[in-house]
């Protein structure tokens, strides 16, 4: 099975950047995804990494180490619209994801 | 481009009766997924499939069945209803290349 942590809640101020930290430990790994969700909406992707490194996708990136079992995503220039759940999910040999419990990130003016 | 559709968007039902969750996609995608969401809980796997023909089962199948009888549909059965079966209802399939999962907007299913 999965055992995938990450904080409950984070505030910041529009502009600035926020660090959403995952630490996960798993019986068989094949990737790490996050994902964004609004209050209401369903799921949305947001990144991938299979390989240890920096992915960076516009105001978005997200790091990997296997060997730590740690990712983070950083969200660079704050919007209120980034106002929402971050959802880190391990994905094990089977092509199953299994998630975390999500972080809420409140994006304040 | 419809992509998952599901269906109902939302149900009230009385504990005992027997409902099924529909699941449609669009994407030839052969994984499938149910998972449940429950405030502070995140995103739970109830069943999957990973082909046509086969399925499998999640971190919290009791109380659910699925079938999967061709690449497109994936319904989820609650045989008899209980309260704690109350949630939001997500559907999911998966590119096989990435893993990525699309999801559908789910269902709200509430047991009384």
């Known amino acids: 099975g999965q055992n995938i942590d990450q904080p409950t809640e984070m505030t910041a101020t529009e502009g600035a950047i926020v660090q959403i930290n995952c630490t996960y430990q798993?019986?068989?790994?094949?990737?790490l995804f996050w994902y964004q969700q609004h209050a209401g909406e369903a799921p949305t992707f947001l990144s991938y990494n299979v390989l240890d490194g920096l992915e960076e996708k516009g105001r978005f990136s997200s790091f990997l180490s296997r060997s730590k079992g740690y990712s983070y995503l950083l969200l660079k220039e704050l919007q209120m619209k980034d106002s929402a759940s971050y959802l880190c999910a391990v994905r094990d040999g089977d092509y199953k994801l299994s998630f975390g419990a999500g972080t809420t990130v409140t994006v304040r003016a | 481009i419809a992509g998952i559709t599901q269906a109902p968007t939302s149900q009230i039902l009385a504990a005992g009766r027997r409902m099924t969750l529909r699941c449609t996609q669009d994407?030839?995608?052969?994984?499938m997924y149910w998972y449940r969401q429950d405030l502070g809980l995140g995103l739970r796997l109830i069943h999957y499939?990973?082909?046509?023909?086969?399925?499998g089962k999640g971190e919290v199948p009791d109380g659910y069945s699925v079938s999967r009888a061709n690449t497109d549909d994936f319904p989820l059965t609650l045989a008899s209803a209980v309260p704690s079966q109350t949630s939001v209802y997500f559907c999911?399939?998966?590119?096989?290349?990435?893993?990525?999962?699309?999801f559908g907007e789910g269902s709200r299913l509430t047991v009384l």
């Open positions: 999911a399939s998966s590119d096989g290349n990435t893993g990525e999962l699309f």
């Open positions: 499939s990973n082909t046509a023909g086969t399925t």
């Open positions: 994407m030839r995608h052969n994984a």
């Open positions: 798993t019986s068989g790994f094949n990737g």
